[in-house]
């Protein structure tokens, strides 16, 4: 049973390292970024909304945020435990993952926080812009967005370094290589 967050600034590969967590531990990874951008696709009035919020790389709001969330946790497949993505990524997100999970007598195990420079980021970013065409990878908006996670989201991360269940992993490196580093820093922070 695992129950983990992983969290890091937009390009730190995060996304691409949830999957591979999610197959070798077994675990379904939620990605509250892949459940909006799902929707902006299918053209969903949860999608109409956030997509105002997601090109100008701001935070879609809290009131949308969290009830999706709180219903993605509330299906079977969690059971077994989950690898939350992108999500909370406000103190005030925190308080109310606190609360879905204290409603269900569970609690977190792990929180992994990927490690990358600004700069690093910000020209991989630009690189996968010209790959992908994601509307929300151009430099201004990579930057406001790297300004909203060293703003509101590095808080995230102290309250669990002062809970003692954060894990923290260098970003920087080939696929594989950070794969690995993950996956180690996982089992001692189980055995820890
Ligand atoms: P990501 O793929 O995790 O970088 O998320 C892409 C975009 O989705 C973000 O820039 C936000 O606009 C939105 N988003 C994802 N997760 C959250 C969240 N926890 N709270 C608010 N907005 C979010």
Excluded: W
């Excluded at 992108?86 to 204290?102: E, H, M, N």
């Excluded at 600004?118 to 010209?130: H, S, T, W």
């Excluded at 920087?172 to 996982?186: H, K, L, S």
């Amino acid at each position: 049973m695992t129950r983990m967050l992983i969290i890091g600034p937009p390009g730190s590969g995060k996304g691409t390292q949830a999957e591979r967590i999610s197959e070798r531990l077994g675990v379904v990874a939620i990605s509250t970024g892949d459940i909006f951008r799902a929707n902006v696709k299918g053209e969903t009035p949860l999608g109409v909304e956030a997509k105002k919020y997601m090109d100008a790389g701001d935070f879609v709001p809290d009131s949308v945020t969290n009830k999706m969330v709180r219903d993605r946790l509330s299906e079977d497949d969690v059971e077994p435990g989950f690898l939350l993505d992108g999500y909370p990524r406000t103190t005030a997100q925190v308080d109310y993952l606190d609360a879905i999970l204290a409603d269900g007598d569970q609690k977190l195990d792990v929180v992994l926080q990927l490690t990358a420079d600004d700069e690093e980021l910000v020209k991989r970013l630009l690189g996968r812009a010209k790959e992908t065409g994601r509307s929300d990878d151009n430099e201004g908006v990579i930057r406001h967005r790297l300004d909203l996670y060293h703003g509101q989201t590095e808080p995230v991360v102290q309250k669990y370094a002062e809970r003692g269940i954060l894990t923290q992993v260098d970003g920087i490196g080939g696929i594989d290589e950070v794969t690995e580093r993950v996956m180690e820093a996982i089992k001692s922070a189980q055995t820890a």
